[in-house]
């Protein structure tokens, strides 16, 4: 079977949390940078990053679902045939790091950013209403 059969057949969960990371980071981009964020995003920049990360789950996903999976019996079986035990479990473990621990980690570090540059916000903004208090 080729393919575009095996796709149109088997079911194609290859998007989930990209929208909602494209959507942190332009938060991200909006708190920490904000002038760089007013003088050179655009709308094309938005629909861009609207589209990128489905694009890329998709083409990431397709990329290791078509060659392991495989129809017998009429049961399409995705992620079920792999060359080897050895290869199946470097690949989960690969797998791991890129969708889980990576994004993460990102996550904590761009809040972690998010709320040191608040927190010092704050600071000044109370400084200049709040003079004597400090």
Not at 28 to 50: A, D, G, N, Q
Not at 51 to 56: H, Q, S, Y
Not at 100 to 108: A, E, R
Request: charged share 10%; glycine share 6%.
């Amino acid at each position: 079977m080729d393919a575009m059969n095996l796709a149109a057949i088997c079911p194609n969960k290859a998007t989930g949390k990209q929208p909602i990371f494209s959507d942190f980071f332009l938060r991200f981009l909006e708190v920490v940078y904000p002038i760089w964020h007013k003088t050179h995003f655009s709308m094309r920049m938005c629909y861009i990053s609207l589209g990128l990360p489905w694009f890329i789950g998709i083409v990431w996903n397709t990329a290791y679902m078509l060659p392991t999976a495989k129809i017998e019996d009429g049961q399409c079986g995705v992620y079920a045939y792999w060359p080897s035990p050895t290869f199946r479990s470097v690949f989960g473990v690969i797998i791991v790091l890129i969708q889980f621990f990576i994004p993460i980690m990102t996550l904590v570090f761009c809040y972690g950013r998010i709320a040191l540059v608040l927190s010092s916000r704050i600071k000044v903004f109370s400084m200049i209403l709040f003079p004597n208090t400090l």
